[in-house]
């Protein structure tokens, strides 16, 4: 059968991309996208307009969502896909990460205080947003319209990433809840990006076991600008391990080219897609 053109993986306005969720579906429709899945970060905000959007652009809209997760000392991000947005369990999770997303947005805010001179940082990240909940990404943007740093990225490295003045370390939901409310949600849990995350083979190999014990199913493997290493090492993950192959662009902003929506790499030839657990369900 033969393969649709997909995007599980990209983000709106609902958490920290510049396109609305209309906006976006109708960007994913003119590149050529037959099944898109909005992954927005801990919120399920967007989908009610991304779904009449899909209905009008005549493209199937995968209900998804990036959770933030806890691994040992370590953040990761984990896709879910393909679960009910309604359903108790996923719905409380998601209370829970946007509450703790609240508090470190208020501490990133005092802190960008201090150490850019700036009053009222949370307020201004808030507003540009448009949440009570904005994510670093906004941060960022406040403080180049602020005139503080040349671009996202030296605001990054001059305040927001691990080390630096004003990152907050954030007591997110564990790997094995967050899995097990989006299978008890009808879901498929994907682990976003694994080359991301500057591990090890070894430390890799460590979390897809904990992944698929604690019942994830899928791996993001299919991303843009991959090097022939990392390739290779996912290509032998998805034969280790029980994992269904996945992909997404991680689209944020047309400004990001590199990153277009439904621009990516084929799935390896004897990969078991995911797309193949929607059917299922």
């Not at 997909?6 to 983000?11: A, E, L, P, R, T």
């Not at 630096?164 to 009808?186: C, H, I, K, N």
Request: aromatic share 6%; glycine share 8%.
């Amino acid at each position: 059968m033969t393969s649709p053109c997909y995007d599980f993986h990209c983000h709106s306005t609902a958490s920290d991309g510049t396109l609305t969720p209309a906006e976006l579906v109708a960007r994913a429709a003119a590149a050529g996208v037959e099944q898109l899945a909005l992954t927005d970060h801990d919120t399920l905000a967007g989908l009610p307009e991304a779904r009449a959007a899909a209905v009008q652009a005549g493209i199937e809209l995968v209900t998804g969502i990036e959770l933030s997760v806890g691994w040992g000392s370590r953040e990761l991000h984990v896709v879910g896909l393909g679960m009910q947005a309604e359903h108790p369990a996923l719905l409380a999770l998601v209370e829970a990460q946007q509450q703790a997303r609240v508090r470190r947005a208020e501490q990133i805010g005092r802190k960008l205080d201090k150490a850019a001179g700036l009053t009222g940082s949370y307020e201004r990240a808030a507003s540009l947003a448009g949440t009570d909940a904005p994510g670093r990404p906004l941060f960022a943007r406040m403080l180049v319209a602020a005139g503080k740093v040349r671009d996202e990225q030296h605001a990054f490295n001059r305040y927001l990433k691990p080390g630096q003045s004003a990152f907050v370390s954030t007591p997110w939901a564990a790997l094995d809840d967050a899995v097990a409310a989006l299978r008890e949600a009808g879901g498929v849990a994907v682990l976003a990006h694994p080359v991301r995350y500057g591990m090890t083979r070894r430390k890799l190999r460590q979390l897809l076991t904990d992944f698929c014990a604690a019942g994830g199913e899928g791996l993001e493997v299919a991303m843009p600008r991959l090097n022939p290493a990392q390739q290779a090492l996912l290509r032998e993950c998805l034969r280790d391990f029980p994992l269904y192959a996945s992909g997404g662009s991680d689209f944020h902003t047309p400004a990001q080219q590199w990153l277009e929506l439904g621009r990516l790499p084929p799935l390896p030839d004897d990969a078991r897609p995911v797309w193949e657990l929607f059917r299922a369900a």
